[in-house]
Structures are given as C-alpha cells and as structure tokens.
C-alpha cells in the first residue's frame, strides 16, 4: 500500500503555518509516522512515494542550485527515515520517479504506436514547445541502438 513520503507532501502542500521549513518538513513526518507504521503492521508492503527527490529538481525546486537541491534531498532522506523508524526495512520500498515532463510525449517505441512520428513531416512544432518522443522500451529485452536513444 502506497503512502507519500514527508518530502513529497510539502512539494504538493505550501507551508503556511510553520516558520521554516525544516519545521513543516518534521510536523509532516512525525503526522505520517503513525501512518506508516499501521500499513506495516497490517502485515502489507508499505511503498513510500517520494517523486519529490527526483520529480521536485524541475518542478518546485529548479531554480535551486544542484548543491542546494542535494542537500534538500538528504534532509528529506534523513526526515524520512525517523518517520520509518518503527518499521522493519523489509517491510519499506520506495517509489521515486521524475513525474510527467514538461512537453508532449508520444511513444514511439511500443510497435502499435511507432509510427506516430510521422506526423512531424506535415506539421510545425511552436518553438516554445517540446517534443518527447519515448524510444526506450521496457517490455523487451532488446537493447535500443544508442544512436535511436
């Protein structure tokens, strides 16, 4: 049973009470912790989402630097894990992704769906605009030419 990390709460919910947000980040866990802590005890898998360490670096947090964004990433590891820390490690797994780019994304490597480029030939992309084209596929074990990727 999924349940969102501390980081990615305060990514998705602003501070509006607490005077940092260190403090934010500590209330959200300590609230979260007797959560985590009843789906590990119900005997489930309990899945942490955390797209807030990777999916906050070009959402919330771009106009930080890489540093700057690192060491957030490391208080959110580190608040998370005094959230967990009632809970047995193999009863944890954890769900990060980068969550939905910025453009328009098509898949062009899913054979029923390959084609669709082609609709490129007849039509100007807005400069303003970015075309995703998804050429890695992970439901074969055929590795993609580096010059398709």
């Known amino acids: ?80 894990n005094h959230a967990l820390r009632n809970v047995s490690p193999d009863r944890v797994s954890m769900h990060v992704c980068w969550g939905r780019a910025d453009g328009l994304l098509f898949e062009a490597a899913n054979p029923r769906h390959a084609h669709k480029w082609m609709v490129f030939r007849d039509i100007k992309v807005p400069p303003e605009k970015i075309v995703i084209p998804g050429v890695l596929s992970s439901t074969t074990n055929y590795i993609e030419h580096p010059l398709l990727v």
């Open 1 to 80: 049973m999924n349940a969102a990390s501390p980081g990615v709460i305060a990514l998705f919910q602003p501070n509006d009470f607490y005077r940092t947000a260190d403090e934010y980040l500590e209330a959200i866990a300590e609230g979260m912790r007797p959560e985590y802590e009843r789906i590990a005890a119900s005997g489930v898998l309990l899945q942490i989402d955390a797209q807030d360490l990777a999916m906050g670096r070009h959402t919330m947090y771009k106009k930080r630097s890489v540093e700057d964004f690192l060491s957030l990433g490391a208080m959110h590891i580190e608040v998370l």
